[in-house]
């Protein structure tokens, strides 16, 4: 499966990004996918994960309440909702196919004022 990430950019403190990850070339809705992120000198980490059907969603702590994972098999994509956005929360997003251990791009975020 390839996977196309965006949505990244600049955004204030408090503030709403959505990612969004396209995916083409597998059944999108056998893949549980996930949403990865890695700051600057800190390791990857998995964020957020949903399954093929979106009945089960799983979300790191320090995210728990402020971003939403969701998905759209219609649309082969996988989205990411981030609110109350933190300067800590800046990183690298990236989304991953779980199910097939494949990777997107990455799509920047930085939070800052």
């Known amino acids: 499966v390839q996977l196309q990430a965006s949505g990244g950019g600049l955004v204030q403190p408090g503030g709403s990004l959505r990612l969004s990850c396209a995916a083409s070339?597998?059944?999108?809705?056998?893949?549980?996918m996930g949403w990865y992120r890695q700051a600057p000198g800190k390791q990857r980490e998995l964020v957020a994960s949903i399954t093929g059907g979106g009945g089960i969603t799983n979300y790191a702590d320090s995210v728990k309440g402020r971003f939403f994972i969701s998905r759209d098999n219609a649309k082969n994509t996988v989205y990411l909702q981030m609110n109350s956005l933190k300067p800590e929360d800046t990183a690298v997003y990236y989304c991953?196919?779980?199910?097939?251990?494949?990777w997107g791009q990455g799509t920047k975020v930085t939070v800052s004022s």
């Open positions: 070339g597998s059944i999108f809705s056998i893949n549980v």
């Open positions: 991953r196919s779980l199910t097939l251990n494949s």
